[in-house]
């Protein structure tokens, strides 16, 4: 809760601080904090934008925390670091998964923000018409899912993903077994939320394609955007089977994709320095290849 607090008290002080630059003519970026995008209390975005620039492109971050936790705040350094490299940025909350709401109503709202996102840079003057996003964990998942599902309605054409130990085929029974989610009743309570279909650990198997409509991999075509995979080959979260699937899944449509297979790291990608630096070398990367 007190660290709750301190978030919004920071994210008032940030708001007045830009309204004051914009007055007195000291603004360099325009920034957007806390904008509602919908009619839920999630449905909230952060998003700022080079101030001398006409045209840019965007990167979109997806917080993680298993669909059922995290905060866009959490991108708060990110996004300062991506704006100081000359890019739009936007990160953004969404509806967590529970009875009532599944991967694919969170894909929805992620299609409603990408949407504000565009309105407000058209409030600007500054064009958009490009994005690559990015996530981490149910973040990576997100983003793949919205950008190989999703491309043909959004607002914003999503040209590559940076996925960092996303999920990509939910229906992979390795998620029940030998892991560091909880037992296989957790499991499948938390997996009945992502793709709205009721099941136990026992009944499992019911749910396969209903659990496959919510997986990226499903979605994976000829036109599927260039990705980047980093994973780690210990992850006892989301099993590395699920990176090599949609390796070899890219291989067989002819993908552009790189994966940076941490050998030694768990879900967290903490135990290869190697691997970590050619995660940061592949972003600027891609975000140089594909937003230019």
Not at 2 to 31: C, H, K, P, Q, T
Not at 110 to 138: F, H, Y
Not at 240 to 252: E, G, H, I, M, Q
């Amino acid at each position: 809760m007190f660290n709750r607090i301190i978030s919004i008290i920071m994210s008032a002080f940030l708001s007045f601080f830009n309204w004051v630059g914009v007055i007195f003519g000291m603004e360099d970026n325009y920034r957007f904090e806390n904008v509602s995008y919908g009619t839920h209390e999630r449905h909230t975005l952060n998003f700022y934008i080079p101030a001398d620039k006409d045209s840019v492109g965007l990167v979109l971050m997806i917080h993680g925390g298993a669909w059922i936790g995290g905060d866009k705040n959490d991108y708060a350094a990110e996004m300062e670091r991506v704006l100081d490299m000359g890019y739009a940025v936007a990160s953004v909350n969404y509806r967590y998964i529970s009875d009532d709401v599944d991967l694919i109503d969170v894909t929805d709202d992620i299609q409603l923000a990408v949407a504000k996102i565009k309105k407000l840079s058209e409030k600007r003057g500054v064009e958009i018409n490009k994005m690559v996003v990015t996530g981490v964990s149910a973040g990576g998942h997100l983003s793949m899912l919205y950008a190989y599902s999703r491309a043909d309605v959004s607002a914003i054409k999503p040209v590559a993903v940076l996925n960092y130990c996303g999920p990509t085929d939910l229906s992979d029974d390795a998620y029940y077994f030998d892991n560091g989610l909880g037992d296989g009743e957790y499991v499948a309570q938390v997996l009945s939320w992502a793709c709205g279909y009721k099941h136990t650990f026992a009944t499992r198997e019911e749910a396969k394609e209903a659990l496959w409509n919510v997986s990226p991999l499903k979605y994976v075509d000829e036109n599927t955007v260039p990705t980047v995979i980093n994973h780690g080959v210990k992850d006892n979260i989301v099993p590395f089977s699920n990176a090599v699937s949609l390796r070899d899944k890219f291989d067989t449509v002819g993908v552009t994709y790189v994966l940076n297979a941490y050998p030694n790291s768990g879900h967290g990608l903490n135990e290869d320095a190697e691997n970590t630096d050619k995660s940061y070398e592949l972003y600027s990367e891609y975000l140089e290849t594909y937003l230019g």
